[in-house]
């Protein structure tokens, strides 16, 4: 079984940075991925990295959103930069056994194990 908690988010202005943390606990799967979704709108995969350290982002974060992990400490990072208010979200974090994980748009049914979710507001 796998349980994945989330830390960080927030408030931050325009421009700003944050970054987001998604602890790992039990088997540590190749596949880990951040997604965000707005009231009213699907799931937004936003940032993929899998067990040997391939990354890939959705073209909305290109550039701005860097996808981490710590494998000793079994832990994702997503460090968001130059922070627009469309990145307003509830953002998760995500894990998958799958070793098909690199593709766009980042398709929310492959992960089987979520986060509880973290809000992240930008404002002016």
């Keep these: 079984q796998v349980r994945l908690w989330q830390s960080g988010g ?9 970054r987001l943390s998604c602890a790992a606990s039990g088997s540590s799967l190749y596949c880990m991925a951040w997604f965000r979704q707005t009231p009213g709108k699907e ?34 990072y997503l460090q968001m930069s130059s922070l627009k208010f469309e990145d307003t979200a509830m953002y998760y974090c995500a894990a998958s056994d799958s070793d098909r994980c690199l593709s766009l748009p980042i398709p929310p049914e492959l992960y089987t194990y979520w986060g509880q979710g973290t809000q992240v507001t930008v404002s002016s």
């Design 10 to 18: 927030g408030s931050e202005q325009v421009g700003g940075s944050l």
């Design 43 to 76: 799931r937004e995969g936003v940032a993929v990295q899998t067990g040997l350290s391939s990354r890939i982002y959705s073209d909305s974060v290109k550039g701005r959103f860097t996808i981490s992990r710590d494998y000793a400490k079994n832990t994702l």
